[in-house]
Nanobody, 127 residues
Framework: QVQLVESGGGLVQAGGSLRLSCAAS????????MGWFRQPPGKEREFVAA????????YYADSVKGRFTISRDNAKNTVYLQMNSLKSEDAAVYRC????????????????????WGQGTQVTVSS
């Protein structure tokens, strides 16, 4: 079956960095757009970043643009989220998601477009 397993979360000081990974199995990874979403405590889930199946196209929420970078390694079936200059408002459970796309440059910003989800990894930012 399809599995998406996130790792790399943890406790970091404000201004620090973390790199999240999401390892996928049981699906045609190279045919899927990949996304990262987060849910802060007591708040709704929100889009963070997305990358097309080829890696050509990337999209970011305005709140993370310039600080976070999404990338993927199709040979390793893994998508990454490099998070720099972390702020207290970045604290959340981060989940990766996968959604098949028809076009290599296509990616999704909305959760409903994704078919598969990981369980999430906690990111805590101390001030």
């Amino acid at each position: 079956q399809v599995q998406l397993v996130e790792s790399g979360g943890g406790l970091v000081q404000a201004g620090g960095s973390l790199r999240l990974s999401c390892a996928a199995s049981g699906l045609s990874f190279s045919r899927c757009a990949m996304g990262w979403f987060r849910q802060p405590p007591g708040k709704e889930r929100e889009f963070v970043a997305a990358i097309s199946r080829s890696g050509i196209s990337t999209y970011y929420a305005d709140s993370v643009k310039g600080r976070f970078t999404i990338s993927r390694d199709n040979a390793k079936n893994t998508v990454y989220l490099q998070m720099n200059s972390l702020k207290s408002e970045d604290a959340a459970v981060y989940r990766c998601a996968a959604g098949p796309t028809a076009y290599s440059g296509q990616a999704y910003r909305t959760a409903g477009e994704y078919n598969y989800w990981g369980q999430g990894t906690q990111v805590t930012v101390s001030s």
